[in-house]
């Protein structure tokens, strides 16, 4: 009988899922700490591609542009966080070029604002400087050493680009031109591109 229960506990250890422990790839990686400037970078990057899409479904039928993606990186040699917006498939002139890139960035930043109203430009203002201070933050915890200009600070170098892309001859597409400005300003520069 002892022997048979012997067995039998035996088995059971046996049958016991095996707990493994991460290599040495995994320990490292759970280790490195996740700051809020990793964070908030993550969370531009996914906010521009959903208002990038948003837009466009917002205006598929007034520009017939067939796609538009959106992006955030941060250039280390200008201290500059740029999120950029690729408009392909708009079949604008050059001399349309300047007012149809603006046109479109409006559009990203009043959706990237959530207030959908390309007029209210208080509103998109406003509403973008709560969606930086809440992409650089812990969501739900405060923190007494955080600065209280924070989004202000960060909203000087955050530029919005969007680049226009219309078809060229035999497929595909063509750079045309790019308007880039700070967040916050709404009539952006804009230069043709070689294409």
């Not at 955080?146 to 909203?155: I, P, S, T, V, Y």
Request: charged share 25%.
């Amino acid at each position: 009988m002892k022997r048979l229960l012997l067995v039998a506990i035996s088995l059971s250890i046996l049958a016991m899922p095996v707990r493994a422990e991460p290599g040495p790839i995994g320990q490292w990686l759970m280790s490195e700490p996740v700051t809020l400037w990793d964070w908030g970078m993550m969370r531009m990057k996914v906010e521009a591609d959903r208002a990038a899409e948003e837009a466009w479904r917002w205006t598929v039928d007034e520009n017939k542009a067939f796609d538009w993606t959106g992006s955030a990186s941060y250039s280390w040699d200008n201290n500059e966080i740029d999120v950029l917006v690729n408009v392909f498939g708009p079949d604008v002139s050059r001399d349309e070029a300047h007012r149809s890139c603006n046109n479109a960035r409006n559009m990203f930043l009043a959706t990237l604002s959530g207030t959908y109203d390309m007029t209210d430009k208080e509103g998109i203002q406003a509403s973008l400087h709560a969606k930086i201070d809440h992409w650089f933050s812990h969501s739900g915890f405060a923190s007494l050493s955080r600065d209280e200009q924070l989004a202000e600070k960060l909203a000087r170098i955050i530029f919005v680009s969007v680049r226009l892309w219309p078809p060229a001859e035999g497929g595909g597409y063509v750079s045309m031109n790019e308007c880039r400005a700070r967040i916050m300003e709404f009539d952006a520069p804009s230069k043709p591109l070689d294409g």
